[in-house]
C-alpha cells in the first residue's frame, strides 16, 4: 500500500503538470521489489539476480537441494527453489545473518510460489541483542491449512485455521513478519492481505552474549518420499517498523 499522497496526485494545475508521488511508490514504479507493505525502512533486500552467495543453504534428506531457477521468478528472472529431502529430516531451506543499526522493530518480508508444497513451510527470525537471544517462528502448514506460531513455552499455537494458499503457477503469496526487539514481543503477521495482530505475545528468550544480529531462515520440510518444492523470491529486511 502506498504512503504519503494518493497515486493520482495532489491538486494537480494543468494538464502538463505532473502529479507529485509519494517516495515509496516512486521506488515501486522505478523497479524496486519492496512493493507488497512498503513500511519499514530497509537494511537487506534480495531477489536473487545475483545467485545464492548472501545465503547460507539447509538440506537434509535424499535429494535435498537449495538451487536457483530461472523457471519461475516474482521479479527479476531468478528464484531460489528449494527441494526437500525424502526422508531423514526432509529439509531444505535458506539463511541469512544480517547485522543492523539499533535494536528496534524488524520486519522480515519474503513470496513464495507453492506449486509442490510439502509438509510445512518455517520462518525464523533469531534476533541477538548482546545480552539475549530472542526467537520469533512462525509456519504454514499447506496439508492441513493451518497458520501457527511458537511461543515463548515452544508450543506450536494456531493463529488461523482454512489459510488456502492457492498454488497457481504464477501466485506469488508475499509474508511479512514484524517483531519488536525492545520488548522481544511479536508484533503483527501479514500473510497476502490478511493482518495478524500479534502484539500481545512473548517471543523466546534466553541469555545470550553474542555480537548483536539478525539470523533469519526459510525452511521447508517435506512429505516423507516426497522430493516436495516451493520456490522462494524478494526477501527483504527492514527496521525501524511502526
Do not use: C
Amino acid at each position: 500500500m502506498p504512503r504519503g499522497f494518493w497515486d493520482w496526485g495532489v491538486n494537480p494545475t494543468g494538464l502538463l503538470t505532473p502529479p507529485e508521488i509519494a517516495t515509496p511508490e516512486l521506488a515501486a514504479r522505478l523497479g524496486s521489489i519492496d512493493t507488497h507493505e512498503r513500511q519499514g525502512e530497509v537494511i537487506f533486500l534480495d531477489s536473487f539476480e545475483h545467485g545464492l552467495n548472501k545465503w547460507n543453504t539447509i538440506t537434509a534428506g535424499a535429494g535435498a537441494a537449495v538451487n536457483l531457477i530461472a523457471s519461475a521468478a516474482r521479479s527479476g528472472g531468478y528464484a531460489a527453489d528449494l527441494v526437500a529431502g525424502s526422508d531423514a529430516t526432509r529439509l531444505a531451506g535458506i539463511g541469512h545473518l544480517q547485522s543492523y543499526l539499533a535494536q528496534g522493530r524488524f520486519g522480515v518480508e519474503f513470496s513464495a510460489l507453492l506449486l509442490q508444497p510439502g509438509q510445512l513451510l518455517t520462518l525464523a527470525v533469531i534476533v541477538y541483542t548482546g545480552t539475549q537471544i530472542q526467537g520469533y517462528r512462525i509456519r504454514y502448514d499447506p496439508q492441513a491449512n493451518l497458520l501457527q506460531y511458537l511461543n515463548s513455552s515452544a508450543v506450536w499455537v494456531t493463529l488461523a485455521s482454512s489459510v488456502y494458499l492457492y498454488p497457481a503457477t504464477t501466485l506469488w503469496h508475499t509474508v511479512k513478519l514484524v517483531v519488536d526487539a525492545r520488548t522481544a514481543k511479536f508484533t503483527r503477521l501479514i500473510v497476502g492481505s490478511t493482518i495478524y495482530d500479534l502484539s500481545t505475545i512473548d517471543a523466546s528468550v534466553a541469555a545470550d552474549t553474542t555480537q548483536p544480529n539478525l539470523d533469519v531462515s526459510i525452511v521447508q520440510t517435506g512429505r516423507p518420499g516426497f522430493n516436495d518444492i516451493i520456490e522462494i523470491d524478494d526477501f527483504i529486511l527492514t527496521q525501524n517498523e511502526p
